[in-house]
């Protein structure tokens, strides 16, 4: 228990540790195909629910707010007794994440970003994820999710041609739960979709010590990689990000490469701490 929320917490292999943060609608679930790579490649795979979804409480006073989050976020990796670590980010975990980086920069030894974004404070959600925004139409199309039409929506957004009909299942299992979705919901109003906020994480991300890198799945028609790719790597002082097989849920389709990136920036990481 980390706070008031409880939640679940999956860690596999040996190794420096690397944790793994996930965003909507999603849960640690996205990752169980990364973290036996992670391990392969002689490193801990670690990921965890965020409260109000996957496993973990759905609390009715909780911070759902991107703030909320990433405060829980730093006393869960904290409370699970990790220190330093090699930080992952997806989805909303992507602002949170960058959160985190803000509350404990010197915890951090790299960074890899998956179809994210950074400039908060001119998002648009995408048209498929608008609606849960929305008092009422949110919850009515949140039903939706108990149809196959979950199924056509996952295969059309998230996801090409690695996961089973029985696994993109799942997922709506593990969103709608004792609450049916409800904290979701909350999730989804309460982004922090600020300038504020906006430049504070950019801030974190210009003043960072560690090396980074953005891997993108190349047919994500949600977060398209023209638009959101080279922005992330203009802060990060990138040339270049990774390109690989995937639509929004790249963890599906290329979990390998992705462990591989991860593994090869961890070792740049340690050559770098080694030569201070």
């Not at 992670?38 to 409480?57: K, M, S, V, Y």
């Not at 908060?120 to 925004?133: D, G, T, Y």
């Not at 919850?139 to 996961?163: A, E, Y």
Request: positive net charge.
């Amino acid at each position: 228990m980390v706070g008031s929320a409880h939640s679940r917490i999956w860690r596999q292999g040996r190794g420096e540790p690397v944790v793994c943060m996930h965003g909507v609608p999603t849960s640690g679930f996205l990752y169980r195909k990364v973290l036996p790579e992670l391990a392969a490649n002689g490193l801990e795979g670690i990921t965890f629910d965020l409260p109000g979804l996957g496993f973990a409480d759905r609390l009715t006073d909780f911070d759902y707010s991107w703030s909320g989050l990433s405060k829980w976020s730093v006393d869960a990796i904290t409370a699970a007794g990790i220190k330093d670590f090699h930080l992952v980010v997806h989805d909303i975990g992507g602002p949170i994440g960058f959160d985190v980086i803000r509350r404990i920069p010197d915890r951090i030894r790299s960074l890899t970003v998956l179809n994210t974004m950074l400039h908060v404070a001119s998002f648009h959600r995408p048209l498929v994820m608008e609606p849960f925004a929305h008092r009422g139409i949110g919850w009515l199309w949140l039903q939706s999710l108990r149809t196959p039409l979950l199924i056509v929506l996952m295969r059309m957004i998230g996801v090409c041609d690695t996961p089973t009909n029985e696994e993109l299942t799942a997922y709506g299992a593990l969103l709608l739960r004792e609450d049916g979705g409800a904290a979701f919901l909350k999730i989804m109003r309460s982004f922090e979709r600020t300038h504020e906020y906006e430049a504070r994480i950019i801030n974190a991300l210009e003043k960072k010590k560690f090396p980074a890198q953005v891997i993108w799945g190349t047919q994500d028609p949600a977060l398209r990689m023209q638009d959101y790719a080279p922005k992330i790597c203009r802060v990060l002082r990138l040339p270049a990000w990774h390109q690989v097989k995937g639509k929004h849920f790249l963890q599906e389709d290329s979990p390998k490469r992705i462990a591989e990136q991860v593994a090869e920036l961890a070792t740049k990481g340690a050559s770098e701490d080694g030569a201070r």
